[in-house]
């Protein structure tokens, strides 16, 4: 058994070489569902969530996968019920202050990526612990995406464009995509080559509208606590057997 495991894992670590996989990006989505399904409160739902992310992140390390960003929160679920939303912030602050030191040891660079300015100072104080303790590490580049909406980002990207044309530290003549890109919350990581949803679900979300261009999208109706290496290889097998065409055909 575990020379197949072996076997499976080398298997898919020279698939995702061969197809040129540098960046999945995923939807987090279904813990609730998943709760409800099993007659449970979705605060279990997103507890089992947390135990699938440890598992696609060591999945991605085994697989030599370089970026993995995970969509945890965006800025409409504040809409959610008060309850729930302060048991995903107590959860969020206290799966990242437990997981930093392993993560490190593995080699996992933390990044947080959203607007952060809303957050309690404890938990920015928790993340910015994380980010520079895991700050040398080239591993796996982990982006967790928390407060976060992609129109959001593009217009605090344009704001800022604005401002440095207006300060005198941009040409204008010199904006192009790779400027804008460099003033996102992504700057500096490469564009999604396969972005993963898991519930089901035929859409994005407003999940990283700018980066996901020319990225190949898989949706599996697995819920996010029943996703791990398997299902994580299964996106990858699928990935490598369409061809990319970005917009030339």
């Known amino acids: 058994m575990i020379i197949k495991l072996a076997s499976s894992v080398e298997k898919t670590k020279d698939i995702i070489k061969n197809a040129g996989i540098q960046h999945v990006a995923i939807i987090m989505d279904g813990n609730r569902r998943w709760a409800h399904s099993k007659h ?10 947390v135990k699938s992310l440890k598992q696609t992140v060591q999945a991605a390390i085994d697989f030599g996968i370089k970026y993995l960003t995970v969509y945890a929160f965006s800025t409409e679920n504040w809409g959610r019920k008060k309850e729930e939303v302060q048991f995903l912030m107590l959860l969020l602050q206290e799966t990242i202050k437990n997981e930093t030191n392993e993560l490190n ?14 957050l309690s100072d404890e938990l920015k104080e928790t993340f910015a612990k994380a980010e520079d303790i895991t700050r040398d590490n080239d591993t796996l580049n982990l982006q967790v995406a928390i407060n976060y909406g992609a129109r959001k980002e593009i217009t605090n990207a344009v704001k800022n464009i604005v401002s440095a044309v207006q ?6 003549e010199n904006i192009n995509e790779d400027v804008i890109s460099n003033y996102l919350y992504t700057s500096k990581i490469p564009d999604p080559d396969l972005l993963i949803r898991t ?20 949706v599996t109706e697995i819920f996010w606590p029943e996703f791990g290496e ?18 030339k055909d």
């Not at 300060?167 to 204008?172: S, Y």
């Open 167 to 172: 300060t005198g530290n941009l040409n204008l």
């Open 199 to 218: 519930g089901g679900e035929q859409r994005i979300s407003n999940y990283l509208l700018w980066q996901i261009a020319y990225t190949e999208i898989y």
């Open 40 to 49: 449970l409160p979705s605060v279990a739902g997103h507890n089992e969530g």
């Open 105 to 118: 040891e593995k080699g996992v660079r933390i990044r947080i990526i959203g607007d952060l300015n809303p």
């Open 230 to 247: 398997e299902e994580l290889s299964k996106a990858v097998m699928e990935f490598s057997a369409r061809q990319r065409r970005f917009g």
